[in-house]
């Protein structure tokens, strides 16, 4: 999981090296949206195989398909091969992220998954803590491809260890029958969707053709692969999954928690540096403290979900204390402290580093074994998509153009406006936390065994 996330996040500060040794600036950004395309897309599809033949065969294609993604792209001679061979690597990644919290519904009993999948989750705030850091002093200080060669000696120390101590369980009760057309049509609603979010703000207007083009044409796609998926014998995605209301408050709960730490990895940074005056890399590591108390979070929450059985009144917590985290950030003005921020950012972190565990605990709760994998891969959709830097970037093009001048002026004029700007944002921010504490209050909970 660990490898996974970093992968989605190291590359970033070294793209300009990338750029230096193999040109094609024109495809800066595209190496992300390569390695975001295809693990969004690998996820539900090899959630679902994994539901079909057994966790550990579907793990073990998962660590050989991104540990040859990982060498290819080391030794990539041009962006274009990097472009593919980072496609590949996503796939991989995609597997590795959706199987090791299925590993965890797999392998341990109900009241004991809280407790790894606190440790499970909290590889994504890590990897979002030292994924920029590590690949800048690789970069810097190695060379760029070793970026992707460090996977190398790690992915085969773990297959060995998976190999020996992983236990294999067949499902006997699964058929055995791959849903093609599903597989197909969901690639054919995700892929433009997701190209559209990349290309939004920074090829295209959000309003242009090609953008409008691609979200309406996804739209249709999705609607294509909803009425297959009522059709077919055994679908990737069950529509009977969303008549399980745990399934569909996680769901939920689940991308408007994300919603809230999207805003503030976008947010915060442009806060501190227009408005405050840092530098840009204060202004990178200032999300730090609320990751750090995302990480932590995550394991302590799962501890006491394994040791309580309970986890409804942790999803009504999580999103109370975001509401107060959004407060304290939308009033934030020109005169904001440095203090201001971290605290803040600590409550923010608190209150979305609990949701991942729980919400995973939930789903899982809420099915039989068989349907572990498709449960699991679907929640993660939402950091996956979110989370990703080329998606970050497309915001960040489209600030409010009030707020544009920042970058040339430090004028007392321009703080003002950018600094109103931002605390519109969190004050939608508290709506949305708002709305999550809502969405929680209707959750079922079936205590763990």
Request: aromatic share 10%; hydrophobic share 55%.
């Amino acid at each position: 999981m660990l490898l996974a996330s970093l992968d989605g996040t190291i590359v970033g500060t070294a793209m300009p090296k990338v750029i230096s040794d193999l040109h094609g600036m024109e495809y800066y950004a595209w190496p992300f949206t390569a390695y975001m395309l295809c693990s969004t897309t690998a996820i539900p599809i090899f959630g679902k195989l994994a539901d079909i033949y057994g966790r550990k065969p579907i793990y073990f294609i998962g660590v050989v398909v991104f540990l040859l993604g990982s060498t290819l792209s080391g030794l990539s001679q041009s962006m274009m091969q990097l472009i593919v061979f980072r496609g590949l690597q996503g796939i991989g990644g995609g597997i590795l992220m959706s199987n090791a919290m299925q590993i965890v519904g797999e392998i341990f009993p109900p009241r004991e998954r809280g407790k790894y999948m606190g440790i499970i989750t909290s590889m994504f705030g890590l990897a979002s803590i030292f994924g920029p850091a590590l690949g800048g002093f690789i970069a810097d200080n190695l060379n760029w491809r070793w970026i992707f060669y460090v996977n190398l000696p790690v992915g085969i120390l773990a297959m060995i260890v998976m190999f020996f101590a992983l236990p294999y369980t067949k499902l006997g009760a699964v058929k055995r029958t791959v849903d093609y057309s599903g597989v197909f049509s969901l690639i054919v609603a995700l892929v433009p969707m997701l190209l559209a979010v990349s290309w939004a703000g920074k090829d295209y207007d959000w309003v242009s053709p090609q953008v409008t083009g691609m979200l309406v044409f996804s739209l249709i796609a999705l609607a294509g692969f909803v009425t297959l998926e009522s059709r077919a014998a055994e679908p990737i995605i069950p529509l009977s999954l969303f008549k399980n209301s745990i399934f569909v408050t996680s769901i939920l709960a689940g991308f408007l928690a994300n919603v809230l730490m999207f805003s503030a990895v976008v947010y915060i940074p442009l806060f501190v540096q227009g408005v405050l005056g840092s530098t840009a890399t204060r202004s990178g590591m200032v999300i730090t403290p609320m990751l750090l108390s995302h990480v932590l979070t995550s394991i302590l929450v799962g501890q006491i979900i394994s040791r309580t059985g309970k986890y409804r009144l942790l999803a009504i917590l999580s999103f109370v204390i975001s509401i107060l985290g959004m407060t304290l950030l939308s009033r934030m003005g020109v005169v904001a402290t440095n203090s201001q921020v971290v605290v803040s950012m600590i409550v923010l972190g608190i209150g979305i580093g609990i949701t991942m565990p729980v919400f995973s605990i939930s789903v899982q709760n809420a099915f039989p074994r068989s349907q572990v994998g498709v449960v699991t891969s679907s929640l993660l959709q939402n950091p996956q998509a979110l989370t990703n830097p080329d998606t970050i970037n497309a915001v960040k093009a489209n600030i409010p153009q009030d707020a544009v001048p920042y970058f040339n002026s430090l004028m007392a004029q321009v703080k003002a406006v950018l600094a109103t700007s931002i605390q519109n944002v969190f004050d939608i921010g508290i709506f949305i936390a708002a709305a999550g504490l809502i969405t929680v209050l209707f959750l079922k909970e079936i205590r763990t065994q």
